[in-house]
């Protein structure tokens, strides 16, 4: 075993927590309850934060060790594209399909947030946060 290895070893043997973000995805999309808001759209923030173990690419700098972020960029989108009435429901999809598709997810914490959403008052954002655990 090489010197590199052997530090890894005592590195990963200590307590460790890894996580990866995707931090202030946006997107215009078509979500909402009022009639007008599945017709004019509004724009929407995303924020997501997995936890997974990826030692394995801290060891060896290959794509196959971790979740790709681009990959979970791209379900996020998806999900996002689909017109919901409630951001609860497009939180719940987004978790749903992550989960389903990375076994190694341990935890997930997403905010899905609307943007300027058109109640009276001035409001920057209306979010919802799931957190969740394995």
Not at 3 to 30: G, V
Not at 31 to 40: D, T, W, Y
């Amino acid at each position: 075993m090489n010197p590199q290895e052997i530090t890894f070893k005592r590195f990963h043997d200590l307590y460790m927590e890894s996580y990866i973000e995707l931090e202030q995805m946006r997107f215009f999309a078509f979500h909402g309850v009022m009639p007008q808001e599945r017709v004019v759209g509004n724009d929407f923030e995303v924020n997501l934060r997995v936890k997974t173990d990826f030692i394995a690419a801290i060891r060896r700098d290959e794509l196959d060790n971790t979740i790709s972020y681009a990959d979970l960029y791209e379900v996020v989108k998806r999900e996002m594209m689909r017109p919901s009435a409630l951001i609860e429901h497009v939180a719940g999809r987004i978790l749903k399909a992550i989960t389903a598709r990375w076994s190694a997810i341990e935890e997930v914490e997403l905010k899905v947030s609307k943007l300027n959403p058109p109640i009276p008052g001035e409001i920057g954002r209306a979010s919802v946060v799931i957190r969740w655990r394995r």
